[in-house]
């Protein structure tokens, strides 16, 4: 598993590692990303917390913020999945420390983009918490290895942007 995300000192966390994972490439929807939004972080500005998006909603942020950093593993270019990101976590994370701290995808090769056709199977209810934020955790019964997620969003500038990234490909559990 890599996981990233700037802890209360902005210093980054990681951990794990990943399997391989082999399939065709995707080059879409980057530019579908743009046209995600939600609900406002009110919650920051002293108002009511916000619900969750929508299911299909939540499922496209999360197909799409996939898909991005597929995109990014496969060219070694993170730039496109660090203008996602929250304030706070571009400032913890270069492209060049994001492409450093997953080598580990390109060195394996591993290749997300069969997930795009398929469906999202939630861990837990998509769920804005008390500090405003937006988690999507869950996973794709992919074969032979099961791609497992888990973001955490905040609402700025208008959209949902990414402030933690956690994804593993693991087997699937033994019957």
């Known amino acids: 598993m890599r996981c990233l995300d700037p802890d209360a000192d902005g ?3 990681t951990r794990g590692s990943v399997s391989k994972r082999r399939a065709a490439s995707l080059g879409i929807a980057l530019l579908a990303w743009l046209a995600i939004a939600g609900p406002a972080d009110a919650a ?4 009511p917390r916000m ?3 929508s299911d299909a909603v939540a499922r496209r942020m999360v197909k799409i913020a996939l898909i991005t950093f597929n995109n990014a593993v496969k060219t070694g270019n993170f730039t496109v999945l660090r203008l996602r990101t929250a304030k706070r976590f571009r ?5 060049l420390k ?7 995808f390109r060195k394996r090769r591993i290749d997300l983009s069969p997930i795009v056709s398929l469906g999202v199977i939630w861990a837990v209810r998509p769920v804005v918490g008390e500090k405003g934020r937006l988690r999507l955790r869950g996973h794709f019964r992919t074969v032979p290895k099961i791609v497992r997620f888990d973001f955490r969003y905040a609402y700025e500038g208008g959209a949902w942007m990414l402030t933690h990234i956690a994804i593993r490909v693991t087997d699937p559990p033994a019957k």
């Open 11 to 13: 210093a980054a966390r």
């Open 91 to 95: 400032a913890s994370f270069s492209a």
């Open 98 to 104: 994001l492409r450093r701290r997953f080598a580990a």
């Open 44 to 47: 920051s500005r002293g108002k």
């Open 51 to 53: 619900a969750a998006p």
